[in-house]
């Protein structure tokens, strides 16, 4: 017979030998546990041991590297070289934690709820402010020598109709607004020290206020604050600064002092319009400061809407 014509015989796969739970956790007949042997489970746990070892060692090694670039008191990066670079943003308070609110304080004054809502905002934020206890700070005027190191008193205490007393103005339909720089560190401030040297468009009144101060106090970012627009600066009259319009050069720099806080500057508004919103801009005036009025992307100023019924 030819091979072609040799019988061939086919085996069919068999099915599998069903395996029950206690079989599956021990099955006396092979020596297995969990479907592996014991000198498997050993080579296993061994592979596993060494790999995550090496994992650990590998990280660590990176994570060393990484902080011994980095030092506990100050950035890496700074100023120019940081992304948050050199030019601070103003900022301001009392700010809605509701959202929706945006940058609008309202209120009406004959409603305790709705002036109480402001007033108690402005005195968490100033909490810190009136917390002294276990800080090293000292009282610092501009004819005094500091070191950079100092950490000189924002003294809350001073800022007579902005005062907490006063209930920062909302009880009587003057209401005050904090402003205060962010913390860039180790960034000095370029004063306008000069009132032959001072820009074009720079207000009026503060041009007459900087004229109007003696020289060892012109060490100051000054501040101002005037209508966004042309119909909000029709209602502008009777704006005071406590405790004064700037804030002072022995604040600088910022160099991460333990208890430091940032200067503030209260800003009332004693002769608002009734149930008129008026926008509200509000600029830091140094050589270094870089200012843009854009709404995307302002610097060197702040907006909000104040609006008293």
Known sequence: MSKNNEKVAY???QPAKKVTLSEFIYDPQNGTFFGRTGKNWGQLFFFYTIFYIVLAALFAICMQGLLSTIENDKPKWQL???LIGTNPGLGFRPLSEQTERGG???FDARKDAESDYWIELINDFLDDYNNTEGRKVKHCDFNQNHKPTDVC???VNDLKGCSRENNYGYKTRQPCVFL???KIYGWNPEYYDSPANLPNDM????KQRINETNQLELQQIWVSCTGHYGKDQENFDGISY???QGFPAFYYPYLNQPGYLS???AVQFSRLPNNTLVEVECRAWAKNIIYSGRQRDRMGSVTFQLMVD
């Open 104 to 106: 609008i304080i309202q």
């Open 263 to 265: 200067p503030i500057v």
């Open 180 to 182: 205060k720089l962010n």
């Open 203 to 206: 207000p009026s009144s503060l």
């Open 11 to 13: 085996e069919f796969p």
């Open 80 to 82: 120019e070289s940081s």
């Open 153 to 155: 008193l924002v003294d």
């Open 242 to 244: 406590y405790p004064r």
